[in-house]
């Protein structure tokens, strides 16, 4: 990726090709890899980030199984992002369960053993909240009578 040439936008090497606003307007990025060329325009709007939302809201999974969460940023003019990939996770109560950071599995929570414990997503100065319950994963069938 080519350097910015105004500060509209910032890249952060590394960051896979993750673009931030700096300030509001209309430019161009242009990526060059392995002899190929592409560029793309990006328009940077003002409107404020009002919250982040996890969904499900609220999740019961069995010990020892996982769960994927979707973040999504909630703006002022009622416009959403999914950040799902750009969200930090992290449960109040590792005993219960841990959710992933990595690139390949973010948002991927894990079921450790029963109990309950808040799953948060943050992301820019917001954050999102799902209630977790983990439940023994014992149950061998159900009749109905």
Partial sequence: MTPPQASLYRYTPG?????????AGATKVSVLFAGQSATVPITVSNVALV???LEPASAMVPAGKSQAFKATAVYADGSTLDVTLLATYA????????VSNAAATKGLLTAVNPGATTMRARFDSKEGMARVTVF??????IRVT
């Fill in 91 to 98: 449960t109040d109560d590792t005993k219960v369960a841990t």
């Fill in 51 to 53: 919250g982040v939302t």
């Fill in 136 to 141: 023994e994963d014992d149950i061998t069938g």
């Fill in 15 to 23: 960051a896979a090709g993750i673009v931030k606003g700096l300030s």
